[in-house]
């Protein structure tokens, strides 16, 4: 890791985002990748629900039939077979 920066935190956020990694078994890089990767999911999960409450029930139709149609598919099957 030679491309590393130092960012500007209070010690007592310091202290909790250090001891929110030694209690998870992470290094405190690790632990804020965690975080940062929760943050994104969660963002990305929220736009899909608006999206999905935002819809008209044709398109929800549509999206259950494609969803049930890809619940089938089996990754370990080889479809040329």
């Known amino acids: 890791m030679s491309d590393l920066t130092t960012i500007k935190v209070s010690k007592p956020l310091r202290e909790r985002i250090?001891?929110?990694?030694?209690?998870?078994?992470?290094?405190v890089q690790k632990f804020l990748e965690q975080l940062m990767e929760g943050r994104e999911r969660q963002k990305r999960l929220s736009s899909v629900a608006?999206?999905?409450?935002?819809?008209?029930?044709?398109?929800?139709?549509?999206?259950?039939?494609?969803?049930?149609?890809?619940?089938?598919?089996?990754a370990d099957t080889d479809p040329t077979q």
């Open 50 to 74: 608006a999206a999905i409450s935002g819809a008209d029930e044709e398109t929800l139709t549509s999206w259950r039939t494609e969803t049930a149609d890809w619940a089938t598919v089996d």
């Open 18 to 27: 250090s001891a929110g990694a030694a209690e998870e078994g992470e290094t």
